[in-house]
């Protein structure tokens, strides 16, 4: 029951950062481990235009998958936020109110993740797998979800993967190499921004002891009540740690001790 670590890679566009984005991609193909690439099907957010779009953009993405070396999923429709909507997760958890999909109607969900799915058909990528954008999404969003096929989730703060509206989470909770005792942690990385000394925090991770899964792997995990149990327990803790180093008055009374400390 040792811990599990999964890598996604997350804003998979023709202008993303190329140089990066294989740095990594060879990285963990060294070492054998699977990411899950986030591709932004329509991409129109001008943070995630970091380079001339590339022509060879799909046929290196179904290269990729058909040789094993990833695994792909649908990130969004086009990126772009329309409204300061958080979702099911959203603040409460530390993520930035922001959205493409939640707080949208049902319909106006549907379409848009439709149009999405439509343009990765069209380039022969079929994934049952979704990745929303900044976190949020709504109960709206996995009907549709489900509706159009999708079965899988990369997200939900827990320590194991569970069911929830009929689709399956695997939960994703850290933004750099970690170890926990137990459970599924999922490691999220942004190539187009990441610091560069991250790179070789990732190499020794990837040179540890540790178990590596892909997320097919994760998803087909059978939740127990005691996963349950345990996954409300962490959920609390991410909550309680969110709120902890947000809130202004606790980070004001910190500051002051550091420094009645250091006077002392
Ligand atoms: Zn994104």
Request: proline fraction near 3%.
């Amino acid at each position: 029951m040792s811990a599990k670590y999964i890598y996604r890679m997350d804003d998979i566009t023709p202008t993303m950062n190329w140089k990066r984005f294989w740095q990594y991609i060879n990285l963990f193909e060294e070492h054998g481990v699977k990411p899950l690439l986030g591709i932004v099907p329509d991409n129109k957010d001008p943070k995630l235009m970091i380079e001339e779009s590339k022509q060879d953009f799909w046929e290196t993405m179904r290269r990729l998958q058909a040789d094993g070396i990833v695994e792909i999923c649908q990130h969004g429709y086009q990126h772009v936020y329309v409204n300061k909507e958080g979702g099911l997760l959203g603040p409460k958890y530390g993520f930035k109110a922001q959205s493409e999909f939640a707080g949208l109607s049902y319909e106006d969900q549907y379409k848009k993740i439709e149009a999405g799915k439509e343009i990765l058909q069209r380039e022969k990528i079929y994934t049952d797998v979704w990745m929303a954008p900044s976190h949020s999404f709504d109960n709206n969003t996995l009907k549709a979800l489900y509706e159009l096929g999708f079965r899988a989730v990369t997200d939900g703060i827990a320590l194991f993967p569970y069911n929830y509206k009929r689709m399956d989470f695997v939960p994703q909770q850290y933004w750099g190499p970690q170890n926990v005792f137990v459970g599924i942690v999922t490691i999220c990385l942004h190539t187009d921004t990441v610091e560069e000394a991250l790179y070789d925090k990732i190499k020794k991770h990837l040179e540890s002891d540790l178990k590596f899964i892909s997320f097919s792997e994760a998803r087909n995990f059978k939740s127990t009540h005691a996963t349950n149990l345990l996954n409300r327990i962490f959920n609390f803790y991410y909550m309680f740690r969110s709120w902890f180093n947000e809130n202004k008055t606790i980070l004001k009374t910190k500051r002051m001790i550091k420094k009645v400390i250091r006077k002392s």
